[in-house]
């Protein structure tokens, strides 16, 4: 979809009546459609101012022009030269007027949506014609060109489709599973677990936390110590600026659980809520929802995002790279589709999250250290059957995007383990190599100028769970020996009746 | 403020014109007078009706009483006694209409407070004067009674204030502190945390990390493996089910983070939001506010009323107790008053909650064991200067009371740390024997039926972190031996520019 169009009306207001310079205006226009509106732009191409006119205090232009210069572009670079030459006479610009703005995008279907700031959409000879409502305040935030790569997404997605990305790297052996069970529901009969109050939340027992601590002990012993993670501890609770620096404002909302703070903490201020709930017992929602905020971010959705405010703004000496950290501080939170099952697809989850940063070649050889890691605790320590796959950056589906990154470096490998009660695979795990997105979404320069990189591991421990129960059940003696050892005895703490 | 006084006209309405039983209905209700209306009330004490009428489809009654008997329960009882008798003439009772309810409560003062309810309210002759505006269903709910509770409640609190009860229990020897710097000023300077993206929210750099983790090996090491408590992982997302029980829903509401789910999960539903972030990089909280809903709970407040779920309407054997478990997988949240300083007073902060639970001697015997282990850890590992004090208990606190619980064996203990900065002491942990009320709330029995209660005791790495680096200040040369040994290096992982 190359080649959209543009015509744009508008006018400059100026501060006094400008008709006795009308000539110099009318020489600068004449000049600036040879130079300044064509600069950068490949040779016959760029924006043209097609008519003007000069009315005592505003000089009204209409401009058109192809993808090089863009005309709300154009109409910003006339300003700077008017306000130059109408300066010198003491005459100033007060701002800028849009009559009209509209833009012709070649596309092979019509896109039946409401963009914003489109105040009219139609389809016509293989073009979507546009009539864009912005003011000047807009197009100086570039509205426009995000309108014009917005409508392209959606006219790729609406071609291609929401199907992620997947290509088999590798698989382990196949293995026999005596185990055939679904693991969740043999860890509730067993109580084990049991659901919480929430939606896809579930309270773990002493047997399963002692799992999920040597699961732990074998991240610590196979990964943390020998690759030199150091530990720090991330927020849990995430502000929009950190969303919209990680990219997360583009596309979580569907999946976000929302945090609002009260408008005030003053106890009287509530009064009426507490006082309405000690008499009924009932929690007052219509109440509450007059007395909270507006959203301030939400809970934690993909961990390592608010670890980037320590390092926000910084530039960091070459020599201290590469990085390796890891957070294992806290919950995530999602609010997931209907198909939410057992410890498996939860909206809760605990996770340990690895972090390394370095030079783009620091950052690569470390991801294939990394699997290498895995792919020998998976092999030797959990001896399960699993397989992995160049998927979809976990970045750019968070985004609502499809298809792979730009170049073959960046992007995520999904882990999966074969899920014998149902005959199908579960992701478990994922590793990335997120390229410069992070150290520029939150400005963190190498001294040497060279450019940073980064990539993240998410480690979960209900899939870890998930994935090692289905296969080798809830029977110790079933387990694979040097897991065993690292569980010790099970703690047998609560009996039911 | 005991012997209120109550007045109610009300009438029952019946399915049938009952006309022809009018003197059944007369001698049943001069029967009542003397025996139903009095019944557990001591001599001469109870509730009357004092007049009465029977027009057709409609039993109309006014009924006075005092305290033994309230007038509301009255109704209640005469509509058992007037359904078997109307049952036996195939006349059925439909239901109770209220025309007027007042009450007198005896207080030294007036309260100027609007109460749910309550449709007029006026002070006369040392009397609150209470009209109330209730129908059969709340006074079903028994919120008449909650009314009186609510409003006693409020003349006390305005009387005696609402200062929190505070009485030293012990205290350390006296240190000699050379470090006197704020911590927090010397922890952000040497960059071992930087303030988060949100309020009173920080993010913990390699070196305090690993002191936060050697804290994390002292109370293994000194409380976790000798007195045998289990871990366990606690949901971090409470629903109000959760709080409804645990007795938080009467107070928190002026310092909970709300969460909200979104309406849905169905990205069209949310293209607009996704839309208008794209083109504007700006986050349309607007359009958000619209398509999240009415707030399900909030963010981990307490830590562990949501294990309680895990032993929810279960009984179980004797012989099981006492159990000893904790809880470190994740943060809480609090949206603390202006006073948020520092990592002293944070909005969110990270916490090992220890729970104990078996019978009452059981859980005295334990918290005077962990006491002693606490007095050790302090003295001989930390050496820091700390006293503790008997306070209004935690639980009461958060719902929104002052004072002491009716037993003595019941309340908080909270533990104080010298700040040679300030002068001051700060509250940096705490331990508190909770009586029955969580068993109770969350309907879990023993299986003798001896009463179970519990304990808890919260143990916040922020506050710890707080009061040994006030005390002891950054240089690990400073530092008692013993500890120092369990931080072992401390990493150094970043340098700034």
């Given at each position: 979809m190359d080649e959209p169009k543009f015509h744009l009306i508008g006018h400059f207001k100026l501060s006094a009546d400008a008709t006795k310079v009308k000539e110099d205006v009318a020489k600068l226009i004449f000049k600036s459609n040879e130079d300044i509106l064509r600069k950068g732009a490949p040779s016959g191409k760029g924006a043209k101012v097609i008519n003007w006119d000069l009315d005592k205090n505003a000089i009204m232009v209409e401009i058109v022009s192809d993808r090089y210069v863009r005309a709300h572009d154009a109409l910003i670079r006339l300003r700077k030269v008017l306000a130059a030459l109408l300066g010198k006479n003491h005459i100033g610009i007060r701002g800028i007027g849009i009559e009209d703005f509209t833009i012709q995008m070649p596309s092979e279907e019509p896109l039946k949506k409401n963009i914003p700031f489109v105040k009219e959409m139609r389809y016509e000879d293989g073009k979507i014609l546009l009539a864009l409502d912005v003011d000047e305040q807009q197009i100086e935030n570039k509205v426009p060109d995000r309108i014009i790569s917005l409508i392209s997404e959606k006219v790729e997605s609406s071609k291609y489709g929401k199907k992620e990305h997947w290509e088999l790297l590798g698989q382990s052996k196949k293995k026999i599973h005596k185990f055939k069970e679904d693991p969740t529901k043999e860890l509730t009969k067993r109580r084990w677990i049991k659901h919480g109050a929430g939606r896809g939340q579930w309270v773990f027992g002493p047997q399963v936390t002692r799992v999920f601590r040597a699961f732990g002990e074998v991240i610590e012993e196979e990964i943390i110590r020998p690759l030199g993670y150091n530990e720090m501890m991330f927020p849990k609770m995430v502000p929009w600026d950190v969303w919209k620096r990680s990219g997360h404002a583009k596309g979580i909302y569907p999946e976000m659980y929302y945090v609002c703070p009260p408008k005030t903490r003053d106890p009287e201020y509530w009064e009426e809520v507490t006082d309405y709930y000690k008499v009924t017992q009932e929690v007052p929602l219509d109440l509450i929802k007059e007395r909270i905020d507006y959203p301030i971010g939400g809970m934690c959705y993909a961990q390592c995002p608010p670890f980037w405010v320590f390092l926000q703004g910084e530039t960091l000496p070459d020599d201290i790279f590469p990085i390796f950290l890891y957070d294992r501080s806290g919950t995530s939170h999602r609010y997931e589709s209907?198909?939410?099952?057992?410890?498996?697809?939860?909206d809760e989850f605990n996770r340990t999250d690895l972090i390394w940063i370095g030079t783009q070649d620091q950052v690569i050889e470390h991801s294939k250290k990394l699997q290498e890691r895995y792919q020998h605790l998976f092999d030797d320590i959990l001896d399960i059957q699993w397989r992995n796959a160049w998927v979809t950056p976990w970045f750019m589906a968070q985004e609502g995007l499809t298809g792979l990154a730009e170049t073959r470096e960046v992007g995520t490998i999904d882990y999966e383990a074969y899920m014998p009660y149902k005959k199908d695979w579960l992701e478990f795990q994922n590793l990335s190599v997120n390229g410069s997105k992070y150290p520029e979404g939150f400005n963190v320069k190498l001294q040497s100028g060279e450019k940073l990189w980064s990539g993240c591991s998410g480690i979960g421990m209900e899939r870890w769970g998930a994935a090692f129960f289905a296969q080798k059940g809830l029977d110790v003696d079933n387990w694979p020996n040097k897991f065993r050892k690292k569980v010790g005895e099970l703690p047998e703490v609560f009996r039911f009746l």
């Open positions: 209907g198909g939410i099952h057992g410890i498996e697809r939860v």
